[in-house]
């Protein structure tokens, strides 16, 4: 059962940030969206991530992709332009997440940097670690 909340959660959380982007970035085609319906999937949007943001400010139900999650979700608020305290507890709890690769460690890198968080020790670290691979 877990299996099937997480893998519904994901899916909806690609569609949504889908619609999310289709709309930030203005995409056009011969059968693009109305505007009304660019603006009423950027608002349910909004509200499905808002409504289920986990209660520590995460989104997402596996602990290996909570990060990738969270930093997702907190991406497509802040260029929606939600910056209230759902977004502030997401960046909270993004800030006090444990990566668990390096992959997972830079977007929360990004999303922080975003945010105007100071991520000069973790991206020392990103570096380091890349640093061994070579």
């Given at each position: ?5 997480r ?24 059968h693009?969206?109305?505007?009304a ?98």
């Amino acid at each position: 059962m877990e299996n099937v909340k997480r893998n519904f959660f994901i899916k909806k959380s690609i569609l949504i940030f889908g619609f999310l982007t289709l709309f930030l970035l203005g995409g056009q085609s011969a059968h693009s969206a109305t505007t009304a319906q660019l603006n009423a999937a950027r608002v349910n949007g909004v509200a499905w991530l808002l409504a289920n943001q986990n209660g520590d400010g995460s989104w997402g139900n596996d602990v290996r992709n909570k990060i990738l999650a969270t930093s997702a979700a907190l991406s497509a608020l802040r260029k929606a332009g939600v910056t209230g305290p759902n977004y502030g507890n997401g960046i909270a709890w993004l800030a006090n997440a444990h990566p668990y690769s390096n992959d997972s460690l830079a977007r929360q890198i990004l999303v922080l940097n975003e945010a105007g968080v100071d991520v000069s020790a973790k991206a020392s670290k990103l570096l380091a670690q890349k640093s061994s691979f070579q």
